[in-house]
């Protein structure tokens, strides 16, 4: 599937819209495009479940590698907000590792978060699916008491995520809100697009009237919409919350809401195991495909 993919020119310009390439050149080429426009970026080095732990080894390196580069670029902050971020699951770090995964992953992450700090780059501990959710979590927790700029992502679809938000909103914390894209059994996961999506807004309406610093990742009007109405309500500044995006996903919506005075960042993936993260968007979330497709023929 992934030899026919690339090989087939529709479906490999597919693939370099949404995926901004297989090597770090390619990746900090996109993510300048992106800074230029006057959006912010987070970028991932794909790659999880990580089996050993010299693959763990080889993605901290890649992410030191990549935070050193990000400290040359000539943006830091903009009204408090750091332009520049990274994101990382914690199964490439080598959470997934038979033995050891959570002490190896806490002090991968430690390291990493060690490097950002001297770079001036934020960074955001990616979800992944529900079986992980309380080490993620608690290994953010811990990571936070030295680094308190660290953010985590909450996956409305899960039923948990209501009271994550609420434990969560707290002054100073940066909490991603995305929908899901994982097949998760229904015993801990709505199923039904309208159940998603009233999660997703109720856990919204969390992290907008707590203390926290909301990171709305959808590409939905309605949310985009509601996160609007919310911010009025609330009264918070530009520089309170953000609007975040996939690379290559309604690029015109991104640009619209940049030049009204909003925080948006780019998800920027890149690397060579580009498949996972492109399949599972495609066909976990059957939404998403519509979103790609459409932003294929129209770049919106």
Request: proline share 4%; with cysteine.
């Amino acid at each position: 599937m992934k030899s026919a993919i690339t090989r087939a020119p529709v479906t490999r310009s597919i693939v370099t819209r949404f995926v901004a390439g297989q090597d770090r050149p390619a990746a900090l080429a996109a993510a300048r495009t992106i800074l230029d426009s006057g959006r912010s970026i987070s970028i991932d080095h794909l790659g999880e479940d990580t089996a050993e732990p010299e693959q763990a080894r080889a993605a901290l390196a890649e992410y030191r590698a990549l935070l050193s580069e990000l400290a040359d670029q000539p943006e830091a902050t903009v009204g408090g907000v750091r332009r520049l971020e990274v994101s990382v699951k914690l199964s490439a770090l080598g959470l997934a590792l038979p033995r050891d995964g959570l002490r190896v992953a806490r002090e991968h992450a430690h390291a990493l978060c060690t490097a950002a700090q001297a770079a001036g780059v934020w960074v955001t501990v990616d979800a992944e699916d529900h079986t992980t959710t309380d080490e993620t979590l608690a290994v953010v927790t811990e990571l936070r008491a030295d680094f308190h700029w660290l953010g985590a992502v909450l996956q409305a679809y899960l039923r948990r995520t209501e009271g994550d938000c609420r434990d969560l909103a707290v002054a100073g914390s940066r909490i991603r809100l995305c929908k899901g894209a994982y097949n998760e059994p229904e015993s801990v996961a709505y199923q039904r697009r309208s159940e998603v999506d009233a999660s997703y807004l109720r856990c919204l309406e969390i992290l907008m009237r707590g203390r926290g610093y909301p990171m709305v990742a959808s590409h939905d009007p309605v949310v985009i919409e509601q996160t609007q109405d919310l911010v009025g309500q609330v009264g918070r500044g530009p520089a309170e919350f953000e609007h975040q995006m996939l690379y290559g996903i309604r690029d015109v919506e991104q640009a619209r809401l940049a030049a009204e005075g909003d925080q948006v960042r780019v998800y920027v993936p890149y690397g060579a195991q580009w498949y996972g993260y492109f399949m599972r968007r495609l066909a976990e979330r059957p939404a998403n495909l519509t979103f790609f497709l459409r932003s294929l023929v129209t770049h919106g």
